[in-house]
């Protein structure tokens, strides 16, 4: 099993930045990508941005965060980042971590954090 843990949600207005974190712990051996989703009320989950675990760290940002949204990783802490800048309000939404172990072929998400744009 691998447990998730996400920090960093906040209330930030317009325009503003926020950096979320995700670490990874238990049987973390074999992790393949790591990356970020959002939820809203009523609405399926989206994928926001990807990241390869391991070897050169290859990225996959969604259209509608790309040049404001990076990820990032810190393997030896078994951390995914999430920078967020220009926020907008329609980024409102529960941010989750999602790992996937290709040794087990699982998937694992984290409880969520809650990103809140307004001014």
């Known amino acids: 099993q691998v447990q998730l843990v996400e920090s960093g949600g906040d209330l930030v207005q317009p325009g503003g930045s926020l950096s979320l974190s995700c670490v990874a712990s238990?049987?973390?051996?074999?992790?393949?990508?790591m990356g970020w989703f959002r939820q809203n009320p009523g609405f399926q989950r989206e994928l926001v941005a990807t990241?390869?675990?391991?070897?050169?760290?290859?990225?996959n940002v969604a259209p509608f965060v790309k040049g404001r949204f990076a990820i990032s990783r810190d393997s030896a802490k078994n951390t995914v980042y999430l920078q967020m800048t220009s926020l907008k309000p329609e980024d409102t939404a529960v941010y989750y971590c999602?790992?996937?172990?290709?040794?087990?072929?699982?998937?694992?998400w984290g409880q969520g954090t809650q990103v809140t744009v307004s001014s």
């Open positions: 999602y790992a996937f172990q290709w040794a087990t072929n699982s998937e694992y």
């Open positions: 990241i390869t675990f391991t070897g050169e760290g290859r990225t």
């Open positions: 238990g049987n973390i051996s074999g992790l393949r990508v």
